[in-house]
């Protein structure tokens, strides 16, 4: 359904690579920011057991 | 990897019917996108109740792991707010409602595209789907510069399902709990948190 009603608005299909690329930006940076989060907190589990 | 192709090809079929006009527009005004986003959360309720045996394990977690969704949460904001500065035609709502799918590119992608129009829903499908092909691709790489939980956290809301198998390879068997974890608490927060930012 998406894809219909984006393929049926000419001004979107016109900026499709606009889009493509803000999406881009935004799963790199989301992903990037949550592993370095990451590893801030595997710093202080590292050399624990996962669970009791 | 298959399941974020095969909806890749459907929205691109979708995308293709929708430019030579194949289907009338008119198909477009019956809202079907809001009975297939009932559905949708129906099953996500279903996926989340059906496994109570799964609250008895996170109880023995180390309790520092109960933080890992947060940490999911928070640096995925972070990173998304900063990419914000860039994006002229986006306000800060717009952006944090597209990382809050953390992954969970056809519950995100509808949601927004209910509240905030086909645009930003756009956008949501192929930012999702992108974060979960990068985190396929690049486990390996970010268990080796920044620890095992890295994969786990990049996953998202997907480390249940998609994520998981690499997951287990990369981090290990030990860390098949903090996935499951880290999955069913972040599917649970996701229509939350894209809501809230769709309100805003």
Known sequence: ?52 | MKGSLIILSFFAIGLLLGISRFFPVEVLNYNISFYVLCGLMFSVGISIGNDPSSFRQFRNLNPRLIFLPLMTILGTWLGVLAVSFFLKNRTMADCLAVGSGFGYYSLSSILITQCKGVELGTIALLSNIMREVMTLLFAPWMVRYFGKLAPICAGGATTMDTTFPIIIRTSGKDYAIVSIYQGFIMDFTVPFLVTFFCSL
């Open chain 1, 1 to 52: 359904m998406l894809g219909l009603e984006v393929g049926a608005n000419d001004a979107i299909i016109r900026q499709f690579g606009t889009l493509g690329l803000e999406a881009f930006l935004l799963a790199f940076a989301g992903t990037l920011g949550s592993v370095v989060f990451a590893g801030l907190l595997w710093l202080t589990v590292r050399d624990k057991p996962v669970s009791k």
